[in-house]
T-cell receptor
Framework: GQQLNQSPQSMFIQEGEDVSMNCTSS?????WLWYKQDPGEGPVLLIA?????ELTSNGRLTAQFGITRKDSFLNISASIPSDVGIYFC??????????FGTGTRLKVLA | EAGVAQSPRYKIIEKRQSVAFWCNPI?????LYWYQQILGQGPKLLIQ????????DSQLPKDRFSAERLKGVDSTLKIQPAKLEDSAVYLC?????????????FGQGTRLTVV
């Protein structure tokens, strides 16, 4: 099945650093969602995006819906140890069938 | 409001046995999804319901997997017979799907190990 490409695949960063990750699709989407998944848990919704160019924040997290509607970006500012986990993007083209990305594994060094 | 409930949390079975998972979505959510997440990968959609009807089951291995949502509320996913490659986390999600509010919320998942 189709999956979205996320990059980077994994990253180690120092506490306090900013983090950027992105998600790309070969198809146009009209909704992008960003999730965080901790070990042994289900994905938890972080941010939802509905319009091309939209920039939405949730605390230290900011996500953008790409202008081409084929990509999305997630930034985390001033990372802390509890930011560790796997971040997934998910998109849909209107059928409400959400396709998930391959995930970005984030590890924060104290 | 209560989240998506799934049970059991863990299940270990032998290959060729059958297994069933249960999901109760968030109250009022018309859309229900079952996803399979293999270790190290993103969730893959198996089946999507809108109320009690199937919207998409194109990725469901229908020779061994089945799912139902008879009253448009809770749902069961069954595997019979199980194979080793079915070892994964099975995630249920639900969505209100009204207007702009289409976010999908996930349960904790059922971790299946087939030995």
């Amino acid at each position: 099945g189709q999956q979205l490409n996320q990059s980077p695949q994994s990253m180690f960063i120092q506490e306090g650093e900013d983090v950027s990750m992105n998600c790309t699709s070969s198809s146009i989407f009209n909704t992008w969602l960003w999730y965080k998944q901790d070990p042994g848990e289900g994905p938890v919704l972080l941010i939802a995006l509905y319009k091309a160019g939209e920039l939405t924040s949730n605390g230290r997290l900011t996500a953008q819906f790409g202008i081409t509607r084929k990509d999305s970006f997630l930034n985390i500012s001033a990372s802390i140890p509890s930011d560790v986990g796997i971040y997934f993007c998910a998109g849909t083209s209107g059928t409400y069938k959400y396709i998930f990305g391959t995930g970005t594994r984030l590890k924060v060094l104290a | 409001e209560a989240g998506v409930a799934q049970s059991p949390r863990y299940k270990i079975i032998e290959k060729r046995q059958s297994v069933a998972f249960w999901c109760n979505p968030i109250s009022g959510h018309a859309t229900l999804y079952w996803y399979q997440q293999i270790l190290g990968q993103g969730p893959k959609l198996l089946i999507q319901f809108q109320n009690n009807g199937v919207v998409d089951d194109s990725q469901l291995p229908k020779d061994r997997f089945s799912a139902e949502r008879l009253k448009g509320v809770d749902s069961t996913l069954k595997i019979q017979p199980a194979k080793l490659e079915d070892s994964a986390v099975y995630l249920c999600a639900s969505s209100r799907r009204t207007g702009m509010n289409t976010e999908a919320f996930f349960g904790q998942g059922t971790r299946l190990t087939v030995v």
